[in-house]
């Protein structure tokens, strides 16, 4: 019926009649069903199919002239499609629908601008989503524990070294327990280590979790299988019971039924389970354990570790004695206490407690929300990156805005025509509304996308100290969010221009088509310009935050740690006490130890490219432990001091680890089990204690033993390297106690590290082949993480400031290529008259400067107002650095020249006499 | 044909309701008897015209199992334009009429 192919007839005839190829397309389209129908009436008529086909085409007449008569009559600038009419009555839902896919349809139209803002906004909306998504996980969910906000933390204090989260000794613990009226209950627990020797494949070290009784009952946690510890097993020489998590049934036993019951073996010692907890029972544990002063057991090895086994505590107070600090207490509060009226409590209880016992000497206590010391380290940093981040969706959204004001000025006439036409100004911003909210839509999509990708980096990125970092996926919750804050947007922004456009008249929009600097295209510029002002000025305080994140970074990676961490290896080893005896009546001549180290460090110093090896009781980023200490001869006046962090070293630790002996001499393999006792002290001691004297020669006593000062070395940052050096002594590893089992080796070596931790574990397991190798890592790496959170914050913020940047150079190159295109005329007769193309080009840049040089002098007021919130996250530089603040000047100067140049290069190309003729 | 003339008669087929191209097209011609034809070349730029200056409105139009086809119809400007058209060619006709003596001729 329809014959030969009209549109391709018709196109063939009209090649190219307006500037919007979508717009020819419907012309075509409509010609071509005239045709059609033309053609059936003249086959009707009794025509043959020639005659029908050449008749009809006769109708195109002369095409030149068409095309060009159609182009005339054609509305200038992409047409949008109207409104389709469907039949039957027109409900409202009927109505969105179509509004929604005529919107979809508009924004296909438009590829460029819907592409442009749809990446925009998928940026800032991907980058929110991803770390709103953290914030949600972390901490806007709801915890694991019931009552989360009657829990409490009871710490010790100890005046003298002015720490505030000390752990308890036994003995208090069970005092306080027995004297308190304010608090519901008590628990206690104590950070571990096991060797879990399975039956088939390698041992692996495990976090256990050393808990009184009532601990787990206490957080309200219940148990998938089995049951929990009784107060009956609780008791000293108890049976060795054991709880698992959830993921190491699934691990070990695949998730049997049956493993109640069944054993497991620990340090040697077959331990019967009874019982499974919750995969997100250990909530918490990690950041207590980081928050305690010392006693912080496998928190110190893996910020990731997760507890896989409780064991019952069977505390013995005989062994467990008042001046041993292991026990971290938490306690749920009374329905009608508060954390203050317990704390009063307390401090009554253990000021008896201090009368009472010598060895309470100075020891208070301090009840922190349970809450707050779980939370308190990551809530700064989350919220100042849920603010960053909010920040680029703004320069996103601000964007967007941008390019939707341009487009509100194309689409004008159309507005202004419907309007006139008696459309009602609802239905108008519906219509808008509609088309932004497919814009929002599409957008959130992608960003949900941007998110899920950024979220994985995210992860594996965060400091490890975040509590339930594991946990975060993007949720309901988020999408919710997203979704809403991509509908804000679309609106907010969408409707601006049909309010804006419905506000002139219908005669001034028509004409205003035709002519420049009309009223309502300034406003509209002036309005662009403020956005891409305040989109600079929001930048700016961007990169002014990453700045100074920055260079505080710098400040850390440049600081004098003390030690040299580059080109050592770390690994660890935990020898069972079954083998490995540390008997204290042979103290401290334990002889299979030091014959275990003794032969590991002799293969290790044989390895090819291997320079030195020391065995050592910590790294030196991890602060390990710390005791109350004398100077012989001056007893009375060390009542006062505060414990002094004590370093078990082997001979070879100070050249390893390239540590100098300021004065005296280094250990030495004659410092050895029997050889009389030494011990080296850092500057900090020497300058603390030994003020206008020579420290060496002079004894200290701890743990019962006097060691005479032999030397003198720098101080190393064990605390971390943003904290300065507490005093500290260094004992031989062969003089001191063993720290039940725990040692770790660090080798210094030319040869790649990868290939001398191979060599490593093969000579452990040549050794011993049931130990279990762990920690191994460059040490350069365990430093690092040791400032995994400031890298993380600043990472973050860097990439922000870096989309900012990004999305304000594109803010300011729409509007001035914008401006350049208004300007045309103006521009054309410039040059027409002789102006220089530089001058012409000056014209542009002025402009652009301008924005710019408002835009950064908001944004560094802004800065100077905002970045005081960064405080608590920099090290060695002040919220108000100089530097930084000066840095942003050139850096966003230079971006915007960059964004400028192109739209002035643009107006030189104008040709005067075209740019003339379309005026 | 006077100018306007081609105007008045799109106006005037879709006065009672929306046409499409060419029922505009085929309208004018029956109405006519023949005597008045629009071409697709003449047709579609005045429509595009009178759309521009807002006195009709073409809209696509889907029906279920058809091909979108553009409708045309008369917008309030457009009933108002035609009105005022109307009288217009009224006076002109009795003024033609007079002078030339049409009706009887």
Same mark, same amino acid.
């Given at each position: 019926?329809?014959?030969?192919?009209?549109?391709?007839?018709?196109?063939?005839?009209?090649?190219?009649?307006?500037?919007?190829?979508?717009?020819?397309?419907?012309?075509?389209?409509?010609?071509?069903?005239?045709?059609?129908?033309?053609?059936?009436?003249?086959?009707?008529?009794?025509?043959?199919?020639?005659?029908?086909?050449?008749?009809?085409?006769?109708?195109?007449?002369?095409?030149?002239?068409?095309?060009?008569?159609?182009?005339?009559?054609?509305?200038?600038?992409?047409?949008?499609?109207?409104?389709?009419?469907?039949?039957?009555?027109?409900?409202?839902?009927?109505?969105?629908?179509?509004?929604?896919?005529?919107?979809?349809?508009?924004?296909?139209?438009?590829?460029?601008?819907?592409?442009?803002?749809?990446?925009?906004?998928?940026?800032?909306?991907?980058?929110?989503?991803?770390?709103?998504?953290?914030?949600?996980?972390?901490?806007?969910?709801?915890?694991?524990?019931?009552?989360?906000?009657?829990?409490?933390?009871?710490?010790?204090?100890?005046?003298?070294?002015?720490?505030?989260?000390?752990?308890?000794?036994?003995?208090?613990?069970?005092?306080?327990?027995?004297?308190?009226?304010?608090?519901?209950?008590?628990?206690?627990?104590?950070?571990?280590?096991?060797? #879990?020797?399975?039956?088939?494949?390698?041992?692996?070290?495990?976090?256990?979790?050393?808990?009184?009784?009532?601990?787990?009952?206490?957080?309200?946690?219940?148990?998938?299988?089995?049951?929990?510890?009784?107060?009956?097993?609780?008791?000293?020489?108890?049976?060795? #019971?054991?709880?698992?998590?959830?993921?190491?049934?699934?691990?070990?036993?695949?998730?049997?039924?049956?493993?109640?019951?069944?054993?497991?073996?620990?340090?040697?010692?077959?331990?019967?389970?009874?019982?499974?907890?919750?995969?997100?029972?250990?909530?918490?544990?990690?950041?207590?354990?980081?928050?305690?002063?010392?006693?912080?057991?496998?928190?110190? +090895?893996?910020?990731?570790?997760?507890?896989?086994?409780?064991?019952?505590?069977?505390?013995?107070?005989?062994?467990?004695?008042?001046?041993?600090?292991?026990?971290?207490?938490?306690?749920?509060?009374?329905?009608?206490?508060?954390?203050?009226?317990?704390?009063?409590?307390?401090?009554?209880?253990?000021?008896?407690?201090?009368?009472?016992?010598?060895?309470?000497?100075?020891?208070?206590?301090?009840?922190?929300?349970?809450?707050?010391?779980?939370?308190?380290?990551?809530?700064?940093?989350?919220?100042?990156?849920?603010?960053?981040?909010?920040?680029?969706?703004?320069?996103?959204?601000?964007?967007?805005? =941008?390019? #939707?004001?341009? +487009?509100?000025?194309?689409?004008?006439?159309?507005?202004?025509?419907?309007?006139?036409?008696?459309?009602?100004?609802?239905?108008?911003?519906?219509?808008?509304?509609?088309? =932004?909210?497919?814009?929002?839509?599409?957008?959130?999509?992608?960003?949900?996308?941007? *998110?899920?990708?950024?979220?994985?980096?995210?992860?594996?990125?965060?400091?490890?100290?975040?509590?339930?970092?594991?946990?975060?996926?993007?949720?309901?919750?988020?999408?919710?969010?997203?979704?809403?804050?991509?509908?804000?947007?679309?609106?907010?922004?969408?409707?601006?221009?049909?309010?804006?456009?419905?506000?002139?008249?219908?005669?001034?929009?028509?004409?205003?088509?035709?002519?420049?600097?009309?009223?309502? /295209?300034?406003?509209?510029?002036?309005?662009?310009?403020?956005?891409?002002?305040?989109?600079?000025?929001?930048?700016?305080?961007?990169?002014?935050?990453?700045?100074?994140?920055?260079?505080?970074?710098?400040?850390?990676?440049?600081?004098?740690?003390?030690?040299?961490?580059?080109?050592?290896?770390?690994?660890?080893?935990? @020898?069972?006490?079954?083998?490995? +005896?540390?008997?204290?009546?042979?103290?401290? =001549?334990?002889?299979?130890?030091?014959?275990?180290?003794?032969? @590991?460090?002799?293969?290790?110093?044989?390895?090819?490219?291997?320079?030195?090896?020391?065995?050592?009781?910590?790294?030196?980023?991890?602060? /390990?432990?710390?005791?109350?200490?004398?100077?012989?001869?001056?007893?009375?006046?060390?009542?006062?001091?505060?414990?002094?962090?004590?370093?078990?070293?082997?001979?070879?630790?100070?050249?390893?680890?390239?540590?100098?002996?300021?004065?005296?001499?280094?250990?030495?393999?004659?410092?050895?089990?029997?050889?009389?006792?030494?011990?080296?002290? =850092?500057?900090?001691?020497?300058?603390?204690?030994?003020?206008?004297?020579?420290?060496?020669?002079?004894?200290?006593?701890?743990? /019962?033993?006097?060691?005479?000062?032999?030397?003198?070395?720098?101080?190393?940052?064990? @605390?971390?390297?943003?904290?300065?050096?507490?005093?500290?002594?260094?004992?031989?590893?062969?003089? *001191?106690?063993?720290?039940?089992?725990?040692?770790?080796?660090?080798?210094?070596?030319?040869?790649?590290?990868?290939?001398?931790?191979?060599?490593?574990?093969? *000579?452990?397991?040549?050794?011993?082949?049931?130990?279990?190798?762990?920690?191994?890592?460059?040490?350069?790496?365990?430093?690092?993480?040791?400032?995994?959170?400031?890298?993380?914050?600043?990472?973050?913020?860097?990439?922000?400031?870096?989309?900012?940047?990004?999305?304000?150079?594109?803010?300011?190159?729409?509007?001035?290529?914008?401006?350049?295109?208004?300007?045309?005329?103006?521009?054309?007769?410039?040059?027409? @008259? /002789?102006?220089?193309?530089?001058?012409?080009?000056? #014209?542009?840049?002025?402009?652009?400067?301008?924005?710019?040089?408002?835009?950064?002098?908001?944004?560094?007021?802004?800065?100077?107002?905002?970045?005081?919130?960064?405080?608590?996250?920099?090290?060695?530089?002040?919220?108000?650095?100089?530097?930084?603040?000066?840095?942003?000047?050139?850096?966003?100067?230079?971006?915007?020249?960059?964004?400028?140049?192109?739209?002035?290069?643009?107006?030189?190309?104008?040709?005067?006499?075209?740019?003339?003729?379309?005026? | 044909?006077?100018?306007?003339?081609?105007?008045?008669?799109?106006?005037?087929?879709?006065?009672?309701?929306?046409?499409?191209?060419?029922?505009?097209?085929?309208?004018?011609?029956?109405?006519?008897?023949?005597?008045?034809?629009?071409?697709?070349?003449?047709?579609?730029?005045?429509?595009?015209?009178?759309?521009?200056?807002?006195?009709?409105?073409?809209?696509?139009?889907?029906?279920?199992?058809?091909?979108?086809?553009?409708?045309?119809?008369?917008?309030?400007?457009?009933?108002?334009?035609?009105?005022?058209?109307?009288?217009?060619?009224?006076?002109?006709?009795?003024?033609?009429?007079?002078?030339?003596?049409?009706?009887?001729?």
């Amino acid at each position: 019926m329809s014959g030969p192919d009209w549109r391709g007839l018709v196109r063939a005839r009209l090649d190219r009649i307006t500037d919007d190829p979508a717009h020819d397309e419907d012309i075509v389209e409509e010609l071509a069903q005239h045709l059609v129908q033309r053609y059936a009436e003249y086959l009707d008529r009794g025509q043959d199919q020639r005659a029908a086909v050449r008749n009809a085409l006769g109708e195109l007449d002369d095409t030149d002239g068409l095309a060009a008569a159609l182009r005339s009559a054609a509305p200038r600038g992409p047409v949008a499609p109207q409104p389709p009419i469907v039949g039957g009555a027109p409900s409202m839902w009927n109505d969105l629908g179509q509004d929604i896919r005529y919107g979809a349809r508009i924004l296909l139209r438009s590829r460029g601008f819907a592409s442009a803002a749809v990446l925009t906004l998928a940026l800032g909306i991907g980058a929110t989503t991803a770390i709103f998504s953290v914030v949600n996980a972390v901490l806007l969910r709801p915890v694991p524990f019931t009552g989360l906000d009657r829990l409490t933390v009871v710490w010790q204090t100890d005046r003298n070294t002015g720490t505030v989260r000390e752990p308890s000794s036994l003995p208090d613990f069970l005092d306080v327990k027995e004297r308190s009226r304010q608090f519901d209950g008590f628990g206690g627990f104590d950070a571990s280590e096991r060797t #879990l020797t399975p039956l088939e494949g390698e041992p692996s070290r495990l976090p256990v979790l050393l808990v009184t009784h009532d601990l787990i009952p206490l957080f309200g946690v219940r148990p998938i299988l089995g049951r929990v510890f009784t107060a009956e097993e609780d008791v000293p020489g108890g049976p060795e #019971l054991a709880l698992i998590s959830e993921r190491l049934w699934e691990q070990q036993f695949q998730r049997a039924q049956d493993v109640v019951g069944r054993t497991i073996r620990l340090n040697d010692v077959e331990t019967e389970i009874i019982g499974v907890l919750p995969a997100d029972s250990d909530f918490g544990i990690m950041q207590i354990l980081r928050s305690a002063a010392y006693a912080r057991g496998f928190a110190d +090895r893996d910020l990731r570790s997760r507890v896989d086994v409780w064991i019952s505590l069977r505390g013995d107070t005989r062994v467990l004695v008042r001046d041993t600090h292991p026990l971290l207490v938490a306690g749920r509060l009374a329905p009608s206490a508060t954390v203050s009226t317990a704390q009063a409590e307390m401090t009554t209880i253990m000021a008896d407690l201090e009368a009472q016992y010598p060895s309470n000497d100075a020891r208070g206590v301090f009840v922190e929300a349970m809450g707050d010391v779980v939370f308190s380290s990551v809530r700064g940093p989350l919220w100042i990156l849920l603010a960053a981040v909010g920040l680029v969706l703004l320069i996103a959204c601000v964007n967007v805005a =941008n390019l #939707l004001l341009a +487009r509100g000025t194309t689409r004008l006439r159309e507005v202004a025509v419907r309007a006139a036409m008696g459309a009602p100004l609802r239905r108008l911003v519906r219509q808008f509304a509609a088309e =932004n909210l497919v814009l929002a839509l599409a957008s959130a999509a992608l960003g949900v996308v941007f *998110a899920a990708v950024a979220l994985r980096g995210l992860v594996a990125l965060a400091p490890a100290d975040i509590p339930r970092v594991t946990e975060v996926r993007i949720d309901g919750v988020v999408l919710a969010l997203a979704a809403a804050v991509a509908l804000m947007t679309g609106l907010v922004f969408g409707i601006v221009p049909a309010l804006q456009a419905r506000r002139l008249d219908v005669q001034g929009a028509l004409k205003a088509e035709e002519s420049r600097g009309s009223t309502a /295209g300034r406003e509209r510029g002036t309005l662009r310009s403020i956005l891409v002002v305040s989109e600079v000025a929001l930048a700016v305080v961007l990169v002014i935050g990453a700045g100074l994140l920055i260079k505080s970074a710098w400040r850390l990676s440049h600081v004098d740690a003390g030690f040299l961490a580059a080109s050592v290896l770390k690994a660890e080893v935990q @020898l069972p006490s079954s083998r490995y +005896r540390s008997r204290s009546d042979q103290f401290p =001549n334990f002889v299979s130890v030091h014959r275990f180290n003794d032969e @590991l460090l002799r293969r290790l110093a044989g390895l090819p490219g291997v320079e030195a090896a020391a065995v050592v009781g910590n790294h030196p980023v991890d602060p /390990g432990f710390q005791n109350s200490w004398q100077v012989v001869g001056r007893e009375e006046e060390a009542r006062t001091w505060p414990e002094i962090a004590i370093r078990r070293v082997g001979p070879t630790y100070f050249e390893t680890v390239r540590l100098t002996v300021s004065t005296g001499r280094s250990f030495s393999d004659t410092d050895g089990p029997l050889a009389p006792t030494v011990s080296i002290i =850092n500057e900090t001691t020497a300058r603390r204690f030994f003020p206008g004297q020579d420290p060496v020669g002079q004894e200290i006593r701890f743990w /019962g033993v006097n060691r005479r000062i032999v030397g003198v070395v720098r101080d190393e940052k064990i @605390l971390g390297l943003s904290r300065e050096a507490p005093p500290a002594v260094y004992v031989p590893f062969a003089q *001191a106690p063993s720290n039940n089992g725990s040692e770790t080796f660090l080798v210094r070596s030319s040869a790649p590290l990868a290939t001398i931790a191979t060599s490593l574990r093969a *000579a452990v397991r040549e050794l011993d082949p049931q130990l279990a190798v762990f920690g191994i890592q460059p040490l350069t790496q365990t430093v690092a993480e040791s400032v995994a959170r400031e890298r993380f914050v600043m990472l973050l913020l860097v990439s922000f400031a870096g989309v900012a940047v990004v999305l304000a150079a594109i803010g300011i190159h729409g509007v001035l290529s914008y401006a350049v295109v208004q300007r045309r005329h103006e521009l054309g007769i410039r040059m027409a @008259l /002789g102006a220089p193309a530089v001058r012409v080009t000056g #014209l542009v840049l002025r402009q652009g400067a301008l924005l710019t040089a408002v835009g950064l002098v908001i944004g560094l007021a802004g800065a100077l107002a905002l970045t005081r919130v960064l405080t608590t996250q920099l090290y060695g530089v002040s919220a108000t650095d100089l530097t930084a603040f000066a840095a942003v000047v050139p850096l966003l100067g230079i971006v915007a020249l960059v964004a400028t140049w192109l739209p002035a290069r643009q107006a030189v190309r104008t040709d005067p006499l075209e740019a003339m003729r379309d005026g | 044909m006077k100018k306007g003339s081609a105007e008045l008669l799109i106006l005037s087929v879709i006065e009672n309701g929306q046409r499409h191209g060419y029922e505009i097209a085929r309208q004018i011609e029956l109405r006519s008897r023949g005597a008045i034809s629009f071409h697709v070349a003449s047709l579609y730029p005045m429509l595009y015209r009178l759309e521009a200056r807002g006195l009709i409105e073409g809209r696509w139009v889907e029906k279920a199992g058809q091909r979108r086809r553009r409708y045309y119809r008369l917008t309030t400007n457009g009933h108002v334009t035609l009105a005022a058209q109307r009288s217009l060619w009224r006076e002109f006709f009795v003024g033609l009429n007079r002078v030339a003596g049409l009706r009887n001729a």
